[in-house]
């Protein structure tokens, strides 16, 4: 079994910046695809940025520029550096990923709270 566990979320003032991190728990697995989605209230889970064990990414074009992905695949861990916050980046913070031959997989979710 795959568990992902987020980390890293908080209440920031606009402008600032959050760290996320999440780790996947198991063993004999490789996830191929890894990231982040978030959903505000009242909206749709919205894809922030992915990044897949080859290193190529994707992001969302409201977070290009501000956030980066990265990934350890030697740890199974993915990280999401988020600068320049702004109050509509509040949302929970999904950590999501694809593994090789057994399908998605999503964390618990982590609250980012951008608010003066």
């Known amino acids: 079994q795959v568990q992902l566990v987020e980390s890293g979320g908080g209440l920031v003032q606009p402008g600032g910046s959050l760290r996320l991190s999440c780790a996947a728990s198991?063993?004999?697995?490789?996830?191929?695809?890894m990231g982040w989605y978030r959903q505000a209230p009242g909206k749709q889970r919205d894809l922030v940025a992915t990044?897949?064990?080859?290193?190529?990414?994707n992001y969302a074009d409201s977070v290009r520029g501000r956030f980066t992905i990265s990934r350890d695949n030697a740890k199974n861990t993915v990280y999401l550096q988020m600068n320049s916050l702004k109050p509509e980046d509040t949302a929970v913070y999904y950590c999501?990923?694809?593994?090789?031959?057994?399908?998605?997989?999503w964390g618990q979710g982590t609250q980012v709270t951008v608010s003066s």
């Open positions: 198991g063993s004999g697995f490789s996830i191929y695809n």
């Open positions: 999501y990923g694809f593994v090789s031959y057994r399908g998605q997989y």
């Open positions: 990044m897949t064990s080859g290193g190529s990414t």
